[in-house]
T-cell receptor, first 112, second 109 residues
Framework: DVKVTQSSRYLVKRTGEKVFLECVQD?????MFWYRQDPGLGLRLIYF???????EKGDIPEGYSVSREKKERFSLILESASTNQTSMYLC???????????FGSGTRLTVV | EDQVTQSPEALRLQEGESSSLNCSYT??????LFWYRQDPGKGPEFLFT???AGEEKEKERLKATLTKKESFLHITAPKPEDSATYLC??????????FGPGTRLSVLP
């Protein structure tokens, strides 16, 4: 069964901490994505990547960065966590072409 | 600008009471419309892809249909385990998905 695995289901971090969210997929997909999901705002794209070492800004990249050193792994980095980054973070991947996303289970991040 | 809206925002049904969820979209050159199911605290799970007007897909109690302006997700004789948020998304060539806000479905026993 194909999978997108996010390393943590729940995280609690302090304001100002550097936070790493990890995502690994086993489907050899070229494309990987990071979204955040908030009540009333839906899914918003933070960053995406079409290839190794390649990254593109999504709709809300401020306060975030990403890293993709290997095809299967896409990391989201909060350089200095703030309370307004408390959210559900979802990683997704898909193959090039008209295919749907496969999502991970999500990481619920709370910044206190 | 590509847009996706979903209605209703929330829907409560009695077990066995059939209904439909709507996804309306404005996009030039639609390449695909996708339906996902999301349970609380989990990531969205893929249900269907529809590519052209008139296409229909079925899975158990769910049936998705597509026109040039909207898609419907029909739920026949729902059960409590069908309770979830249902998301639709559209894509066109070379573009990332645009997601709708979702419909939160509750099926009461």
């Amino acid at each position: 069964d194909v999978k997108v695995t996010q390393s943590s289901r729940y995280l609690v971090k302090r304001t100002g901490e550097k936070v790493f969210l990890e995502c690994v997929q086993d489907m050899d997909h070229e494309n990987m994505f990071w979204y955040r999901q908030d009540p009333g705002l839906g899914l918003r794209l933070i960053y995406f990547s079409y290839d190794v070492k390649m990254k593109e800004k999504g709709d809300i990249p401020e306060g975030y960065s990403v890293s993709r050193e290997k095809k299967e792994r896409f990391s989201l980095i909060l350089e200095s966590a703030s309370t307004n980054q408390t959210s559900m973070y979802l990683c997704a991947s898909r193959s090039t072409g008209d295919y749907g996303y496969t999502f991970g289970s999500g990481t619920r991040l709370t910044v206190v | 600008e590509d847009q996706v809206t979903q209605s209703p925002e929330a829907l409560r049904l009695q077990e066995g009471e059939s209904s439909s969820l709507n996804c309306s979209y404005t996009v030039s050159g639609l390449r695909g419309l996708f339906w996902y199911r999301q349970d609380p605290g989990k990531g969205p799970e893929f249900l269907f892809t529809l590519y052209s007007a008139g296409e229909e897909k079925e899975k158990e109690r769910l049936k998705a249909t597509l026109t040039k302006k909207e898609s419907f997700l029909h739920i026949t004789a729902p059960k409590p385990e069908d309770s979830a948020t249902y998301l639709c998304a559209v894509t066109r060539l070379g573009q990332n998905f645009v997601f709708g806000p979702g419909t939160r479905l509750s099926v009461l026993p």
